[in-house]
C-alpha cells in the first residue's frame, strides 16, 4: 500500500465517521461533558494500549490547554498512574484497574469517556459498569463492533471500521472536536 492509498483510507474512514456520528450525537456528548465540568463533576478517561494514550492526551488538552489559556478542567486520565495500575492487577485483577479509579474518583454527574476500539475491552466494561452504579454519565469511543460497552453508554461515537489504527485516528479527531468545543464553552 501507499502513503497516498493509505492516507485516503485514513481520510475516507474520518469522513464516513462524521456521517455515522453526526453533529447531533457529538453535541449530545459534549453537552453531557460541558455539565459535569460547570457543576465542578470530574471527567474521567480510560483505555488500553494507544487507547490509554489517547486517555492521556485527551486529558491533558482538558488540564492544559486545547487552543486558548483558560481556566483548568478537572479531568483524570484513569491510565496514567503505574502504582495504581499495577497494584490493582496484582491484588485485585486486571479487569478492576479502572473500575477502583472510577469507585474512588466518580460521583453522580461525573463523566466517564471511554476509548476501546473493539468496544469489549473488559477493564473498561467494568469501568463503564462501575460508572452506571455511582450515577455517572458515560461516553465511548469504539469502533464498529458492537462489544459489551454498548448497552452501558449514554453516548456512543462509533468509527465505522474495524482497523484499529483508523479507528484510533478518527478517534484522535473526535477527541480533538470535543476538547475544541469544550474549551469554548468552558472559558
Do not use: W
Request: net charge negative; hydrophobic share 45%; proline share 4%.
Amino acid at each position: 500500500m501507499t502513503l497516498e492509498a493509505y492516507l485516503a483510507d485514513s481520510a475516507g474512514v474520518i469522513g464516513a465517521t462524521a456521517a455515522a456520528i453526526g453533529q447531533t450525537g457529538m453535541d449530545a456528548a459534549i453537552e453531557t461533558v460541558v455539565t459535569a465540568i460547570a457543576a465542578g463533576k470530574p471527567v474521567l478517561v480510560c483505555g488500553n494500549g494507544g487507547s490509554a494514550a489517547d486517555a492521556m492526551h485527551l486529558t491533558c488538552e482538558m488540564v492544559g490547554r486545547f487552543l486558548h489559556n483558560r481556566r483548568a478542567l478537572k479531568a483524570y486520565c484513569l491510565s496514567s498512574n503505574p502504582s495504581v495500575l499495577t497494584a490493582c492487577a496484582n491484588d485485585l485483577d486486571f479487569d478492576t484497574v479502572f473500575s477502583r479509579q472510577v469507585e474512588a474518583y466518580g460521583e453522580p454527574g461525573a463523566v466517564l469517556i471511554g476509548l476501546s476500539t473493539s468496544g469489549a475491552s473488559s477493564n473498561v466494561v467494568a469501568a463503564f459498569q462501575k460508572a452506571r452504579d455511582l450515577q455517572m454519565r458515560t461516553i465511548a469511543l469504539t469502533g464498529e463492533v458492537r462489544g459489551p460497552l454498548v448497552p452501558l453508554c449514554d453516548h456512543l461515537l462509533a468509527v465505522p471500521s474495524g482497523h484499529t489504527p483508523l479507528i484510533q485516528q478518527a478517534h484522535l479527531c473526535l477527541y480533538h472536536y470535543l476538547c475544541m468545543k469544550v474549551e469554548e464553552r468552558a472559558s
